[in-house]
C-alpha cells in the first residue's frame, strides 16, 4: 500500500508538473503573439504614392471560418488557410479612390483555389480600378489556371523566366465504384427522381451517365467560354488562340525546345519574364521603396490596408440591409462553422424580420445543399420575413444548386453570377446495407418483430419491399413539393418547371436563359435590388453573423495576431509551395460529402457537380 502510495503520489506530481509547463507554454505564446501585434499594429500606415499588395493566401470563401483548437494557432498546423472575397473587394474599392495608391500589385502564389464566379468578381473589381487612370502588375514565379484568370485583369503580367502558364481546363473524372461494392456485397439502395441527379452514379455505376455527361459537358462549356473570352479580351489576343494554347501547348513548347515560360511569353499571355528581384525594380520605379537599400517596396498588404481604412459602409446611415450567408453543405446540426447549420440560419433570419431597423434581406447563398429538410426551415423563415413586409434578394455566389436553390426558391428575385453552379433541382435517398457483406464472413441477424416494418430497415437486416415502396414514394412527394416551390416563386406552371429539373445543373448564364434566375451581377447589385424593393433612399449593409462564443472569439482574435505578425506592411514576393497526395485530397473530400447526407428522413437535395473532387473549378 505504501509504494502504491509513493507511486501514485509522484504520478500526481509528474501530472502537476505537465499542466504547468503547458500552461506556461501557452501563457507564453499568447504574450508573445500580444506583444507582437501591438508593437506592429502602431506601425500600420498606408505609405504614399504606393502600391496595395494583393496577395491572398489559401482558399477564397464568402465567410472565413473560424478555429477550433489551440493547434490551429502553432507553427507549421496544417490548416486550411482563407480569404474573404469581400476583403479583397473591398481593398480594391478603396484604393481606387485613394490618392494614396498609385497601383496594385497581384501576387497570387499562394493563392490555393478560387472559384471562376470568385475570379470574375475580382476581375470586375480590378477593371473598376484600373478607370481611376491607376496602374494593375502582376508577378508571379509560374501561374496556374485561376490564378492566371485574375493576373490577366493587369495592365502588365510579368513571370519568373523558369515559370510556367498551363490551361486544364474544366471538368475532369471520377472513381465510380459500383464493381468494388458489388465484390464486398455491399447493397446500395437509391431512390431518386429524374435523369440528372448524378450524385449517387458514383455508387451505382462504373461510368458517368449520357444524361449526366450532357448536363456537365454544357455546364464545364458555359464556364470554360468565360475563362476564354476573359483571357482574350483581357490579353487582346483572339479567343482561338486562346483555346489553342489549352489544347496544343505541347506543340508550342516543342518550338521553344521545352522552355514553358518562353512558350507562355510567345504567345503574349505574359507579357516579360523577370526575376523577383527583377519585378521589385521595375515596380519600385513607380511606386518607390520602403528602405534605403531598395529592398522593401513602398507598398502595403490588402489585408493591413483594410484594417486602416476600414470597411465600404462606414458612415453610412439609415435602416439596414442584412446579409445572411448560407456557406457549405446544408445540415440541421454539426458545426456551424463549416456547414450551414439551417437553426442557426433560421435564428439570424428571425433577428431580421423582427428588428425594425431591417429594411431587407439579402441571402448570400454558396452551397451545394443538403438536407432537403433543413433547406426548408430557412425557405420557410424568409417566406415569413417576406410576409412581414421585408423584401428577399437571394445572391448566388459560386454554387447554389439543389438545397441551395431550394433556400432561394421563393425569393422576390435571385442575383447570379454569371458562372455560378445552379439549378439541380432534384431529390435522392441513399441507402447502404451490409447484410450480404457480414453474412460472407459468417454472420447473420434475425430476429422478430410487432410488424412488417419492425425488421424492414436497417444496415445489417436491408430493406424489404414495403420500405423500399415508402421511401420512393418519399423522394417522389419532396421532389414534387421543390418543383412546386421553384414553379412558385419563378412564376411558372410546374410543367414548365419540370422541364427545367430533373437534378440538372445549369450555369448562371444559363440559368438566366432559361428563367431560374432574374438577373446576373454580384453582392453590390442583389445589395441595391433590395434596397429598391424595400423602398430605402438611404441604407447602410449589415452582416447578421452567428453568436460566437468566448473560445472561439479568442482563438479567432489569436489567428488574426499571427497572420498579422507572420505578414509585413512592406511584404515581399513569397512562395510557399503546397503538396498534397492526390489519392489522399480525394478520398477525404469523398468521404466528407458522404458525412453530409445525413437529412433525418434521409432525403437530399444535393449537387456532386459542386463537390466532388472531379469538378473541383479551382483549376489547379
Known amino acids: 500500500m505504501e509504494n502504491r502510495s509513493l507511486l501514485a503520489r509522484v504520478g500526481a506530481g509528474i501530472t502537476k508538473f505537465r499542466n504547468f509547463t503547458l500552461n506556461l507554454v501557452f501563457l507564453l505564446v499568447i504574450v508573445f503573439l500580444l506583444v507582437a501585434s501591438l508593437s506592429n499594429c502602431q506601425s500600420i500606415a498606408v505609405p504614399d504614392d504606393g502600391a496595395l499588395l494583393l496577395n491572398p493566401a489559401g482558399t477564397v470563401v464568402e465567410m472565413r471560418t473560424l478555429p477550433q483548437s489551440l493547434l490551429s494557432l502553432m507553427p507549421g498546423a496544417a490548416v486550411t488557410r482563407e480569404t474573404e472575397l469581400s476583403t479583397i473587394l473591398t481593398a480594391i474599392t478603396h484604393a481606387g479612390n485613394d490618392d494614396a495608391i498609385q497601383m496594385i500589385v497581384l501576387d497570387l502564389e499562394n493563392l490555393e483555389a478560387v472559384t471562376p464566379a470568385q475570379a470574375n468578381r475580382i476581375g470586375d473589381a480590378l ?44 471538368g475532369g473524372s471520377s472513381f465510380y465504384l459500383k464493381d468494388i461494392l458489388d465484390k464486398f456485397k455491399v447493397n446500395v439502395h437509391v431512390f431518386r427522381v429524374g435523369a440528372y441527379k448524378s450524385a449517387v452514379e458514383p455508387v451505382t455505376r462504373n461510368s458517368m451517365s449520357e444524361e449526366s455527361r450532357m448536363a456537365s459537358e454544357r455546364l464545364y462549356q458555359d464556364l470554360w467560354q468565360h ?69 522593401q517596396l513602398n507598398a502595403i498588404d490588402f489585408q493591413s490596408y483594410v484594417r486602416v481604412r476600414g470597411e465600404l459602409n462606414a458612415g453610412m446611415t439609415g435602416p439596414y440591409v442584412d446579409i445572411i450567408t448560407v456557406q457549405g453543405p446544408i445540415t440541421l446540426d454539426g458545426d456551424s462553422f463549416t456547414t450551414a447549420n439551417a437553426n442557426v440560419i433560421v435564428d439570424l433570419i428571425r433577428q431580421s424580420r423582427t428588428d425594425p431597423e431591417t429594411g431587407a434581406i439579402v441571402l448570400r447563398v454558396d452551397s451545394p445543399g443538403g438536407s432537403q429538410f433543413a433547406s426548408e426551415l430557412i425557405r420557410q423563415e424568409l417566406e415569413l420575413a417576406q410576409l412581414s413586409g421585408t423584401p428577399v434578394v437571394a445572391s448566388f455566389a459560386s454554387a447554389a444548386a439543389s438545397g441551395g436553390y431550394w433556400v432561394a426558391a421563393t425569393a ?100 438566366l436563359d432559361v428563367g431560374l434566375v432574374d438577373q446576373l451581377g454580384g453582392l453590390q447589385l442583389a445589395l441595391q435590388r433590395a434596397a429598391t424593393l424595400a423602398q430605402l433612399s438611404d441604407w447602410q449593409t449589415r452582416r447578421r453573423l452567428q453568436p460566437v462564443d468566448p473560445r472561439s472569439e479568442f482563438l479567432a482574435a489569436l489567428t488574426q495576431v499571427r497572420s498579422f505578425v507572420a505578414g509585413s506592411a512592406q511584404p515581399e514576393f513569397v512562395i510557399t509551395p503546397t503538396a498534397a497526395d492526390p489519392l489522399a485530397r480525394y478520398l477525404g473530400r469523398a468521404m466528407h460529402y458522404l458525412s453530409w447526407l445525413k437529412d433525418p428522413r434521409h432525403l437530399h437535395a444535393f449537387c456532386a457537380e459542386c463537390v466532388l473532387p472531379n469538378h473541383d473549378l479551382g483549376g489547379l
Open 127 to 170: 477593371n473598376q480600378f484600373k478607370r481611376s487612370g491607376k496602374k494593375i502588375v502582376s508577378y508571379g514565379d509560374y501561374y496556374s489556371q485561376s490564378q492566371f484568370h485574375i493576373a490577366s485583369f493587369a495592365d502588365e503580367v510579368y513571370m519568373h523566366p523558369y515559370g510556367q502558364v498551363i490551361f486544364t481546363g474544366y
Open 227 to 295: 475563362f476564354v473570352t476573359d483571357v482574350s479580351t483581357n490579353r487582346k489576343i483572339a479567343e482561338h488562340d486562346v483555346q489553342r494554347y489549352a489544347d496544343d501547348i505541347n506543340q508550342f513548347v516543342a518550338q521553344t525546345q521545352g522552355d514553358l515560360a518562353r512558350a507562355a511569353l510567345e504567345r503574349h499571355l505574359v507579357d516579360e519574364l523577370l526575376t523577383p528581384d527583377q519585378a521589385r525594380v521595375r515596380i519600385g520605379q513607380v511606386v518607390g521603396f520602403a528602405d534605403a537599400r531598395a529592398e
Open 412 to 511: 422576390d428575385e435571385i442575383i447570379s453570377e454569371a458562372t455560378t453552379i445552379t439549378g439541380s433541382i432534384g431529390i435522392f435517398s441513399l441507402l447502404m446495407t451490409y447484410e450480404n457483406t457480414l453474412a460472407d464472413f459468417g454472420i447473420h441477424n434475425d430476429g422478430v418483430g410487432t410488424s412488417t416494418n419492425t425488421t424492414g430497415f436497417g444496415p445489417f437486416t436491408g430493406i424489404n419491399e414495403n420500405m423500399s415502396a415508402l421511401f420512393q414514394s418519399q423522394v417522389e412527394h419532396g421532389y414534387q413539393q421543390f418543383v412546386s416551390l421553384v414553379a412558385k416563386g419563378r412564376n411558372k406552371t410546374v410543367a414548365e418547371t419540370s422541364e427545367l429539373a430533373s437534378g440538372r445543373v445549369w450555369s448562371g448564364e444559363a440559368a
